[in-house]
């Protein structure tokens, strides 16, 4: 069963990298409950599927420039073209044709791509630390080979969904949302020429696709992402009429 949460669009959020670092806190805290199979130097989740927002982009981004890495990443973008996405909707897009009953085919979200992501490097991420969250929702409780996929809880596969919806909302005041790779390369160009092709502008949350037994979990994380501090105020302060779930 699917449950509509109706939210509001917030007006003018300030912060957002904050805002984005407390959601990888609250994400991070959150799943450590799980006795997942993943350690350093396990890569197969590490594709050129990767999708994250205009905004992680940036993080991705100035850490690339402080590491003198610039000059690497055009490179290597320039040469992943065949590489790149094909994700005719976004994350909040999906849950809204699915609260409105829409049929939607799975593969408008981009389909897989299982080439090695451009940052990884003998097995490790280079960027670890600026990785998206779309990387930090990595996770399986088996260890995956190349033969079996990543093992993954329903309520750990929910929970990712709510907050990678929560991380596009970010940006739904003009930013942007797509493969990693994509980004990355409109972030580089659009310095030069303004041009923001193949990215999907990012949506505000039309609600979350909930099961009736997840809403009481979701609305404990919800609780906890309000209450973090950000810049002297709370989470819930600078997005007020945020997810009233
Ligand atoms: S950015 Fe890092 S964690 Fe994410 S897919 Fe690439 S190598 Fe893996």
Not at 19 to 47: D, I, M, N
Not at 50 to 61: A, I, P, Y
Not at 100 to 107: L, N, P, R, T
Not at 144 to 166: K, M, R, Y
């Amino acid at each position: 069963m699917i449950i509509q949460q109706q939210v509001c669009v917030p007006a003018g959020m300030d912060h957002k990298k904050e805002l984005l670092h407390a959601v990888y806190g609250v994400y991070s805290g959150w799943v450590e409950r799980f006795p997942l199979a993943c350690q350093k130097g396990c890569a197969f989740c590490c594709t050129q599927s990767v999708t994250m927002t205009s905004l992680e982009g940036e993080e991705v981004l100035g850490f690339v420039k402080r590491k003198g890495m610039e000059k690497w990443l055009i490179e290597k973008l320039g040469k992943t073209t065949a590489a790149k996405s094909k994700a005719v909707i976004t994350t909040n897009q999906y849950a809204r044709a699915c609260l409105e009953h829409q049929k939607v085919d799975e593969d408008a979200l981009g389909g897989w791509n299982f080439t090695p992501c451009i940052f990884l490097r003998e097995k490790i991420c280079s960027i670890y630390e600026v990785r998206p969250f779309g990387c930090r929702s990595f996770g399986s409780l088996m260890r995956c080979s190349d033969n079996s996929g990543a093992e993954i809880a329903p309520i750990h596969l929910t929970v990712n969904t709510v907050f990678t919806q929560i991380v596009e909302h970010f940006v739904s005041d003009g930013g942007y949302w797509g493969n990693m790779a994509d980004i990355l390369e409109n972030l580089i160009e659009n310095q030069a020429s303004g041009s923001t092709r193949s990215l999907l502008p990012a949506q505000p949350i039309p609600g979350f696709l909930l099961e009736p037994y997840e809403v009481k979990l979701i609305h404990v994380l919800l609780k906890q992402l309000y209450e973090q501090s950000v810049e002297k105020q709370t989470f819930g302060d600078l997005i007020d009429n945020f997810m009233p779930i």
